[in-house]
């Protein structure tokens, strides 16, 4: 999966139009469409209405994977630029994650913290959805994304 095609795809879901992701890109909307093709070839399924410009369920599934792994690789040049430029390597702050279950929230809080402390390295760890309080216990990761429980449980501590 060519990770221009996914910087194509989020910005056409996120501008809703191809033409203006093309220029947020500074592409042409022949290429960006073209990207999109050849997802949607990949995927071997339509990942955009055309008119107006949205989501198929198949494009909404993929939108937060396409964030997550933008964001990885964002994460991979960032580190790898640092060493470079001898840079004092720090601990990443390492956060938790399920794969799907905070798929929502995970890519908008990530980066939110990337912009507002762009200086601390982060490491995602993939998580099943019940090791999220026993890899906070055993300090496998510093912070993770839990879900509430049941009302009766809301207001107790998750771990």
Known sequence: ???RRLSSFL?????GHFGRAATRLFLSPAAVT??????????????????????????RRLVSHARTLLAAANAAMDDVADVAQGA?????????VMGHGSAEVTPAAVSAFRR????????LVQLTFTEHCSALR??????????PGSRARASRSMC
């Open 34 to 59: 073209g990207h999109i093709q050849q997802l949607e070839r990949e995927f071997g399924t339509p990942l955009l209405e055309r008119s107006p410009v949205t989501p198929t369920p198949a494009g």
């Open 88 to 96: 004092v390597p720090r601990r990443p702050l390492r956060v938790g």
């Open 116 to 123: 507002g402390r762009p200086e601390v390295p982060l490491s």
């Open 11 to 15: 910005a056409v879901v996120e501008e």
């Open 1 to 3: 999966m060519d990770l």
């Open 138 to 147: 055993e300090d496998r990761v510093d912070v993770a994304f839990v879900r």
